[in-house]
């Protein structure tokens, strides 16, 4: 059995359109770029290609492995040095696309190694998604070509399913043998995301942070908080960042709102993820239908 005709091409479209959104990425992030105009480039050029954005664009920098949004008229730019990881979801009708890249902004090519590592782990996984293979085995690959190049794998982090409107839901695909025996079958939809570090290969959430997800209705009072309500309908459940918000109410009444929001347990914050070791951390992403010919629909 296979997936519906209708249901592969709304997932192939929105892979698509957010291959072709990272490859304008690459062009934009360099050295003095501003990062939050990068990741609005980004965004805006995915709603021109006809795809809605299933999640924030997060340009996680060095040693934050993931979740990291620049505020609201941030004047952060790229630098000599940095290791940007690049991850952005596009959805079509609900079924998404999920992959991210990393970029190397060293003069000296510093991050060759590490950036490496992450893909070869990504690419000999993705060749295994067929149904039968088991998360152990998918896993014990991973980790097999992350320490080949001297490197660890960030162990809390994984790969996951991707479901109608909903970013994470089972199986979590480990990015290190973990002896589970459960098997993969056929259509599901996975995003396969090894992480390497030089590390201790283990990440922490930070105690603040800009990327939300909505939890639960509730009602509320303040009238920023309703008219926050309003705007985060029009995302369908999936999560959002705070300077999507300020572009649209302004900053000041999108914080307060926010705080309202998180406060009755509307919404939940995502965090940075940050290496505990402050190791640097890579990241390579696509998204695959589970096949015995498997179906990468992130790869252009
Ligand atoms: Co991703």
């Excluded at 998404?96 to 003069?107: E, K, R, T, W």
Aim: proline letters at 5%; hydrophobic letters at 40%.
């Amino acid at each position: 059995m296979a997936l519906d005709k209708s249901i592969l091409a709304e997932y192939k479209q929105a892979g698509t359109i957010l291959s072709q959104a990272l490859a304008h990425a690459k062009t934009l992030i360099k050295v003095d770029a501003n990062i939050l105009e990068v990741c609005q480039a980004v965004e805006k050029k995915i709603h021109d290609l006809g795809g809605s954005i299933a999640f924030p664009a997060q340009p996680s920098i060095d040693h934050i492995a993931a979740h990291w949004c620049p505020d609201p008229g941030s004047q952060e730019v790229f630098e000599e040095g940095m290791l940007v990881k690049f991850d952005v979801g596009v959805h079509i009708n609900g079924r998404i696309a999920d992959s991210a890249f990393s970029v190397d902004l060293s003069d000296d090519g510093r991050h060759q190694a590490l950036i490496r590592a992450s893909k070869n782990a990504r690419d000999e996984a993705l060749k295994m998604m067929k149904p039968g293979v088991t998360l152990a085995e998918i896993g014990r690959v991973i980790q097999d070509e992350i320490t080949a190049e001297g490197f660890s794998p960030v162990r809390n982090l994984s790969g996951h399913g991707l479901g109608e409107y909903d970013v994470h839901v089972a199986p979590s695909i480990p990015n290190f043998d973990t002896g589970d025996k459960t098997e993969l079958e056929e259509d599901m939809v996975l995003a396969v995301e090894p992480f390497a570090t030089p590390g201790k290969g283990k990440i922490f959430e930070q105690d603040q942070g800009n990327i939300y997800g909505y939890k639960q209705f509730k009602p509320v009072r303040s009238p920023y908080a309703r008219e926050a309500l309003k705007i985060i309908e029009e995302y369908n459940g999936l999560p959002f960042t705070l300077h999507w918000l300020a572009a649209r109410m302004g900053t000041g009444q999108a914080k307060l709102a926010l705080r309202e929001l998180v406060q009755k347990d509307v919404l939940e914050v995502y965090p940075p993820l940050q290496e505990v070791s402050s190791g640097i951390v890579s990241q390579s992403e696509h998204s695959v239908i589970v096949a015995d010919k498997p179906i990468v629909y992130t790869r252009e």
